[in-house]
């Protein structure tokens, strides 16, 4: 779909100097994208799964400059707006939109998740924040049980941490 590809370099623009920041939301979208393919998401859910990985941190700017912190709860109440200016101005359609939003809002909320696009999002986050953060295999272990429930997601997680 290109228009991925044009979103991807609006948001690589949204992050110009930020090299760490464009390489997280790319890997997020990979894992996602390969993800919902592999589990057979219908094409839709996939469309609004990738678009939502490709934005899903853009609230990270808007919370850093009004907070000075990019804690999850706060890239969850600064980006929404943000995904939606952006996402309105590059023609997206509404009920898009507001889906993708609603994932941005909720991705570091993992108690309520009510769909395969926004299981899948938090799969393929965990996968590449569990390798950024550098975290103890115990953690690794503990997010494997706990945030992993699709089959492809378990097996990447697996293959990626020997857990």
Not at 65 to 91: D, F, I, N, T
Request: proline share 3%.
């Amino acid at each position: 779909m290109w228009e991925n590809n044009i979103l991807i370099t609006e948001m690589m623009k949204y992050y110009t100097g930020d090299p760490k920041r464009i390489q997280h939301f790319i890997k997020v979208y990979q894992f996602a994208k390969m993800i919902g393919e592999m589990e057979g998401l219908p094409e839709e859910t996939r469309y609004i799964l990738e678009t939502a990985a490709i934005v899903h941190d853009i609230g990270i700017k808007p919370a850093e400059e009004k907070y000075g912190s990019c804690g999850g709860k706060l890239q969850e109440q600064e980006g929404p707006a943000v995904a939606e200016k952006m996402l309105q101005r590059l023609g997206y359609e509404p009920k898009v939109i507001d889906r993708v939003c609603y994932l941005v809002g909720h991705h570091h909320t993992y108690d309520q998740i009510d769909g395969s696009d926004y299981r899948i999002l938090v799969e393929a986050d965990f996968l590449v924040n569990l390798y950024e953060d550098n975290v103890s295999k115990d953690a690794v272990k503990n997010a494997y049980d706990k945030i992993f429930r699709t089959k492809t997601g378990r097996r990447v997680c697996s293959l990626m941490f020997s857990v």
